[in-house]
């Protein structure tokens, strides 16, 4: 517990100087036999021991209500040293709840659990065996999720601070096991591992609407050492598809390294295909998988294993047009771009150096220059004119084909009025030294 330090210190309270803190805390002591206050060594700080997060949390509560304002950190446990090394508290708890009704008297909710998951067996204290816990499928899939650097950050969101990004991502892992946060090298970025693109791109955007502005990495798969050398993580894919379109998708599978492993009508001119298949082949695949089967196909994923790498995967192969200038998107210069490639934005759009616009029609990157305007001259311009410029509808992406498509080298900004793709390394010459420095190595 510290003294409040922010700039709006003292806004919202009357109470923020340490000594009324000190006292406020030593009374709870007193009373509270659970409370432990010690000095910190920080300046104008306390370190508040007690019996789980909430009892920490009502005592938190009811300094608030009481016009207290304070800075809180994480909780951390208190190991101690034992005999055969260091020892964590363990804590037995007796539940007795009827189905979803209660009476006076009755044990409805839990407290002093530093750590409760779905695998914790709750049960008579004389009972020392837990029961059998399912086994929880492990994360595949992993993307770093950072905090949006781009020029136009904060104008959409009010979520943009790194730290608040980290509290919202460590309360989704508690909720849900199938979500793994940690930390990473880069500055301002946390790794996110989750079982799919998928669930993932759910996470994603319920941030996305809470306020959140992100920038989002491409997903990788993660590896594991095997006694025969490198393992990546197989799905069991089931899919039930028109006989029609049964050739397609089993092309499509093959080239993404799936195997068939059973194939037999389902009835009504139907067919019901099971793949298994690598999880790094599948990124992407189920928006392809729609367009296919015109929208009647139905695919589940289910995870199978750990098996041996399986090799390079052919990806995007195709570049992609990148801006080079600041500003709003005009319609002469996007006329001109369309020649070029797929593009992705449309007239009145603003842009900024190094995003990403359009997919080129060859394989390498192309900077352009959407910004670029007709000459304004004394003679009579040959080409067409500004009104009669009809340009094809641009190819708008959902946050999961956004992801899908992003390669190593860029990034996804998600903010809670746009999706935009853009380059890592917004200034071309970093870009450039970037591409030298991975083609060395």
């Known amino acids: 517990f510290a003294v409040n330090d922010s700039p709006y210190a003292g806004r919202d309270g009357d109470k923020v100087q340490s000594r009324v803190i000190r006292d406020r805390l030593e009374r709870e002591a007193e009373t509270n036999v659970a409370i432990r206050v010690t000095e910190s060594a920080e300046k104008d700080a306390f370190e508040v021991a007690g019996r789980g997060e909430l009892q920490l949390g009502v005592l938190i509560e009811t300094m608030r209500r009481e016009g207290f304002e304070l800075s809180i950190s994480r909780p951390r446990v208190l190991y101690r040293d034992g005999p055969n090394g260091r020892e964590e508290p363990y804590e037995t708890v007796v539940v007795d709840v009827d189905d979803e009704h209660a009476e006076a008297g009755d044990i409805v909710a839990i407290a002093g659990l530093t750590k409760a998951t779905v695998s914790n067996t709750i049960a008579d204290p004389g009972l020392t065996q837990p029961l059998r816990a399912r086994p929880i499928d492990p994360p595949t899939l992993a993307m770093t999720i950072a905090v949006n650097d781009s020029p136009y950050a904060g104008r959409d969101g009010d979520k943009v601070q790194s730290r608040v990004i980290r ?54 798969v993660l590896y594991r050492d095997g006694p025969n050398g490198r393992e990546e993580p197989y799905e069991t894919v089931v899919i039930d598809v028109d006989d029609e379109h049964s050739g397609t998708v089993v092309e499509k599978m093959a080239q993404r390294k799936g195997e068939m492993t059973d194939m037999r009508p389902s009835g009504g001119g139907k067919t019901r295909l099971t793949f298994s298949a690598p999880s790094r082949g599948l990124i992407g695949y189920h928006g392809e998988f729609l367009s296919d089967t015109r929208g009647t196909g139905i695919m589940n994923r289910l995870f199978e294993r750990y098996g041996p790498y399986k090799g390079p995967i052919s990806g995007r192969q195709n570049g992609v047009l990148i801006s080079m200038e600041k500003g709003e998107a005009v319609a002469y210069a996007l006329n001109m771009l369309e020649e070029r490639g797929i593009l992705f934005i449309s007239p009145g759009e603003k842009l900024y150096e190094g995003m990403i616009i359009g997919e080129n029609a060859k394989p390498q990157d192309l900077e352009v220059n959407p910004l670029k305007s007709k000459q304004l001259t004394n003679f009579r311009a040959s080409g067409p004119k500004d009104e009669s410029i009809r340009l094809t509808p641009p190819k708008r992406m959902t946050l999961e084909q956004a992801i899908a498509y992003i390669q190593d080298d860029e990034l996804v900004e998600v903010t809670p009025r746009s999706i935009r793709l853009r380059k890592r390394h917004l200034d071309p010459h970093e870009r450039k030294r970037q591409s030298r420095r991975s083609e060395a190595a």
């Open 167 to 220: 509290d919202r991502l460590l309360r989704e892992a508690e909720g849900n096991v199938a979500i793994r946060v940690s930390e990473t090298a880069e500055r301002d970025a946390l790794e996110v591992a989750g079982r799919g693109e998928l669930q993932l791109g759910v996470l994603i955007e319920t941030m996305r609407r809470e306020g959140f502005e992100l920038s989002i990495s491409r997903p990788r």
